[in-house]
């Protein structure tokens, strides 16, 4: 109950604190009333405009290759259905209801950090819990959804994912809005557990309209020889979105990877940052980060600190700016050891002429010499990822690109 | 055919080719020699239509069409082509893709050309990325296989080659300009292939492709004009035995 109380204290005096990056938002200019809608039975009762909107952020209807899936609509979990032994999926209003979870809820991220957080706690409209228990190898992905489709709505979710002992989850999550939202506002908080020997990769897929305001704040803590692979692909125009996922390594030799890619278009701010706490002898850390600038303000931030000698810890953001537009490479390490190798590299530049030339010269017109040179920029090899994710997210990259450039 | 008349061309304020006359007809292959600096990589680009290499003067026609202004991919397309000596590396575009995209829509079986110049396990490595300069090289050859343009532009392909590949490089050069066989004179060869169509212009230092490439004809280039043309094996060996003061000389 103590805790509770705590909580909502937090809440109330971060009602309205203003986060340390981004632009401010008016939180009550969104609704946070949604209509209640009731669960499906499966996957197939989707509407075929929802089917497709999801897909696009890599939701596969058809739960082909997928070991299950999470669907929210607006501010109700209308889906939720594991398809494998040793996998739990369900919704976190479910899984409230049970103790085990308060060893999870609001550990590792902070109720007071800003009014977002403050908002997540108080106005909470559901979100999943994805866990793998000990031992079980969850091979194909799981899938969630994030769909916002009412109009102006603040779609408040919090998220915990939890890779127990010598497991092994992958999870693809989708965050779309519906082809008629105009504006809205999307805050979700993500807690990540990856324990002794676990493995987890999570690659999140943005895919919003043009006026979304999007606030993620995740934290992810691994334990002894856990391995935690975070990829982000934002390619989509978004208005405003700010976020700066932290994670602590723990445990003797636990590795974290983080990789984003990221496409500023006019009139897109994205505030992106990765930050990895390196605490335990021989961890290891990567952040990667590639972003083009079409012509919005791209900021890249990643933040490594460690402590221990041995630890090793590396930071690369590549920057293009195609058609105008800024970006804004911000690395930093921190080291608090003799002994630690840390290493940093950011360029920031236009298509180099000699390689456009040089494609020509085989041939290819200049759109297509930089077409194929945009594609290879942002095709990222991610060691420890299953081929079939891989090749996931290569074709959401692949259509995004399509689409959009 | 090739035909370059009073060519002068400028890179930024300096000027670089001083009006230059070349003709390359069908089936003939040509080794541009010269010292360092004397303009040879950048007549090669100017050929392949590098826009940093601003003609002043004169023109350059191919197959009967003025080039002198065409974009790159369209003289590719009109079938030029050109391994270069420091192509750029480009992350994410795997060797295998760039083949493909030189073979255009031409079905060419990409591995058992990389077999041919040992290229096999580089296939699924980023273009250029960490290759040695005799990879470099191969990776440039397998490019115009795949190609199979009809004017070969080489720039140095044989510099950073280890002994052992030379061979190789030599071979699948000539293989590119139909010269395969070995023993004969140019103008002999040329007899006894009326159907060789392919032209070449190689820029050598060492000379080693002289063994494995009959060529037609010499061309020094001194200070931004050829400066003498004649045998090749005897330009070379002119070159090896005094350096290029005696062409010069002939020149003037």
Known sequence: ?405 | MLRIEGLQVRLGDREILKGVDLEIREGEVHILFGPNGSGKTSLLMTLMGYPQYRVTAGKIVFKGIDITHMPVHERAGLGMGMSYQRPPTIHGLKTRDMVSICAGNRDQDVESLASQVNMGDFLDRDLNAGFSGGEIKRSELLQLMAQNPELLLFDEPESGVDMENIALIGNAIADLLERNSTGLSGSCRKKAHPGRRKMGLIITHTGYILNYVPADRGQVLFDGVIACRGNPQEIFQTISRSGYQECIECMT
């Open chain 1, 1 to 405: 109950m103590h805790d509770i109380d705590e909580k909502t204290r937090k809440a109330q005096e971060a009602k309205e604190k203003k986060a340390a990056y981004g632009r401010d938002i008016d939180l009550d200019t969104y609704c946070v009333e949604g209509e209640c809608l009731e669960p499906l039975a499966g996957l197939d009762q989707l509407t075929q405009e929802d089917r497709s909107i999801m897909l696009k952020a890599g939701v596969d209807a058809t739960e082909q290759d997928r070991s299950g899936s999470y669907i929210q609509k607006d501010t109700s979990a209308i889906y939720a259905t594991s398809l494998m032994d040793g996998l739990e999926i369900l919704p976190i209003k479910e899984a409230l209801k049970h103790d085990w979870i308060n060893e999870y809820y609001w550990k590792l991220a902070d109720v007071g950090q800003d009014k977002y957080t403050a908002r997540a706690y108080t106005d909470l409209h559901n979100g999943y819990v994805i866990r793998s228990l000990p031992g079980a190898r969850v091979t194909f992905p799981v899938q969630a959804c994030l769909y916002l489709h009412q109009d102006a709505l603040s779609q408040n979710v919090h998220n915990i994912i939890i890779a127990s002992e010598d497991s092994e989850l992958h999870v693809i999550t989708g965050c779309v809005s519906g082809s008629h939202v105009i504006k809205g506002l999307h805050v979700g908080v993500s807690e990540f557990f990856v324990k002794k020997n676990a493995k987890l990769s999570f690659t999140m897929i943005h895919h919003w309209a043009q006026g979304m305001l999007v606030r993620p704040r995740s934290v992810g803590v691994v334990e002894e020889g856990g391995l935690f692979l975070n990829n982000y692909v934002s390619m989509k125009p978004v208005k405003s979105l700010q976020m700066y996922p932290a994670t602590r390594l723990i445990g003797k030799g636990a590795v974290a990877r983080f990789y984003s890619l990221l496409v500023g278009h006019p009139g897109s701010e994205l505030d992106v940052g990765g930050r990895i706490l390196l605490n335990a002898p021989e961890t290891r850390a990567e952040i990667i980060a590639r972003a083009i600038s079409n012509g919005g303000t791209v900021i890249s931030r990643g933040h490594l600190a460690g402590d221990i000698p041995g630890i090793k810890a590396h930071l690369e953001c590549r920057g293009l700016i195609l058609n105008g537009g800024d970006i804004l490479a911000i690395p930093e390490l921190h080291g608090k050891a003799e002994g630690v190798d840390m290493s940093h590299e950011a360029a920031v530049g236009k298509i180099n002429q000699d390689e456009i030339l040089y494609l020509m010269s085989r041939g290819l017109s200049e759109d297509e010499a930089t077409a194929t040179i945009v594609r290879g920029f942002m095709s990222v090899d991610i060691p420890g990822l299953p081929p079939d994710l891989k090749n996931q997210i290569d074709a959401a990259v692949a259509q995004t690109n399509q689409e959009v450039m």
